[in-house]
């Protein structure tokens, strides 16, 4: 069985300032995001574009 691809956080916050969350699916239709990186973005805060994707 083949793993799920993962990922970090600053290319996260780059596809999705940049509009590009999207490529993600390039990847496959599921991808892991890991607690420690999904809090580090959540630490940004409400206004940070990058934690509206995962409310």
């Known amino acids: ?3 799920l691809p993962a990922i970090n ?5 780059f596809l999705t300032k ?3 969350l999207d490529l993600l699916l390039l990847m496959g239709s599921s991808i892991i995001v890991p ?3 999904a809090a580090e973005i959540q630490a940004y805060g409400e206004i940070d574009v990058t934690v ?3 409310r």
Not at 9 to 13: D, G, N, Q, V
């Open 18 to 20: 940049g509009g590009f």
């Open 52 to 54: 509206k994707p995962f």
């Open 9 to 13: 956080t600053s290319p996260l916050i």
């Open 1 to 3: 069985m083949a793993e």
């Open 35 to 37: 607690d420690a990186v």
